[in-house]
T-cell receptor
């Protein structure tokens, strides 16, 4: 069974440009999460999809970030326009849609390393 | 809000020895889960072990075990018989019931030396 995959693995862009990150969750996983780790800081939650619906987007830093999950399969995270402070590693995670409460295990992808110059 | 603290500096561990990674947490919710993830240099985050707040026994998964001390709010990861492939960053995380997000610590860097 394939794990969570993310594309691209690395992206280097200039300030003001647009970047779109993609996440393919584990097949059949309806929960999809985006997280971000800025250099030297903790991994922070960005948002959570259940199928195609945004369940919780309270972690999104500002309106330059737009996440979509059309059709409830893969998700994209677009940053437009990118700023220097957006640099970091963006992780995607997925889990099955079962009410396991606090036991739900999220399976992570390898992350996309974004560098904004 | 939940908070996870991992304050150990980078650690060097001799192969075949055990290593303990510290994790303390803070939450007012009585129902929560604690997770440890491993991130090797290749970048992927690998789930290692889970401990529920109501579990009576410490969780174990192969060479990984969790020293769960609920009153002290600590959930230390113990890796026994370290192997070179254990060299990685290790993250402690917590999730409370009703809140899907994971709250992470800053991580512990472990380097296993032969």
């Amino acid at each position: 069974e394939a794990g969570v995959t993310q594309f691209p693995s690395h992206s280097v862009i200039e300030k003001g440009q647009t970047v779109t990150l993609r996440c393919d969750p584990i097949s059949g996983h309806d929960n999809l999460y985006w997280y971000r780790r800025v250099m030297g800081k903790e991994i922070k939650f960005l948002l959570h999809f259940v199928k195609e619906s945004k369940q919780d987007e309270s972690g999104m830093p500002n309106n330059r970030f737009l996440a979509e999950r059309t059709g409830g399969t893969y998700s994209t995270l677009k940053v437009q326009p990118a700023e220097l402070e957006d640099s970091g590693v963006y992780f995607c995670a997925s889990s099955p849609l079962e009410d396991l409460g606090e036991q739900e295990t999220q399976y992570f992808g390898p992350g996309t390393r974004l560098l904004v110059l | 809000a939940q908070k996870i603290t991992q304050t150990q500096p980078g650690m060097f561990v001799q192969e075949k020895e055990a290593v303990t990674l510290d994790c303390t947490y803070d939450t007012s919710d009585p129902s929560y889960g604690l997770f440890w993830y491993k991130q090797p240099s290749s970048g992927e985050m690998i789930f290692l072990i889970y401990q529920g707040s109501y579990d009576q026994q410490n969780a174990t998964e192969g060479r990984y075990s969790l020293n769960f001390q609920k009153a002290r709010k600590s959930a230390n990861l113990v890796i026994s018989a370290s192997q070179l492939g254990d060299s990685a960053m290790y993250f402690c995380a917590m999730r409370v019931r009703g809140n899907n997000r994971l709250a992470f610590g800053k991580g512990n860097q472990v380097v296993v030396i032969p």
